[in-house]
């Protein structure tokens, strides 16, 4: 089984950064065969929006409207750790932060959420 964490979030001023976690038990520890990791963010009344993904080939992608801010990697000391890099914040990065993983195992799809964690930028 998967289980999420999300951490990281907090109340910070615009231009400022922050770097979320997800903390992903079970995922790594080759119990799927290829897995991903995205990380959307959900406004109150809204759907979520995806924001960036990283694989276990390596490989990131980003939502246009946060590339060059966010980045996204894979914590090197703690592997089943990926983390979302912010910086230059903005009021309007304003949400609710979720890590969602897909676990892949014989062609058979899994998805996964975490809780989430609130991030708010404001002056």
């Known amino acids: 089984q998967v289980e999420l964490v999300e951490s990281g979030g907090g109340v910070v001023q615009p231009g400022e950064s922050l770097r979320l976690s997800c903390v992903a038990s079970?995922?790594?520890?080759?119990?799927?065969?290829?897995?991903?990791i995205n990380w959307y963010r959900q406004t109150p009344g809204k759907e979520r929006d995806f924001l960036a993904t990283i694989g276990s080939g390596g490989g990131s992608r980003y939502v246009d409207s946060v590339r060059g801010r966010f980045t996204i990697s894979r914590d090197n000391v703690v592997m089943n750790t990926v983390h979302l890099q912010m910086n230059t914040l903005r009021a309007d990065d304003t949400a609710v932060y979720l890590c969602?993983?897909?676990?892949?195992?014989?062609?058979?799809?899994?998805?996964?959420w975490g809780q989430g964690t609130q991030v708010t930028v404001t002056s």
């Open positions: 969602n993983a897909v676990c892949e195992r014989d062609g058979h799809y899994k998805n996964f």
């Open positions: 079970g995922l790594m520890s080759g119990s799927c065969t290829t897995w991903i």
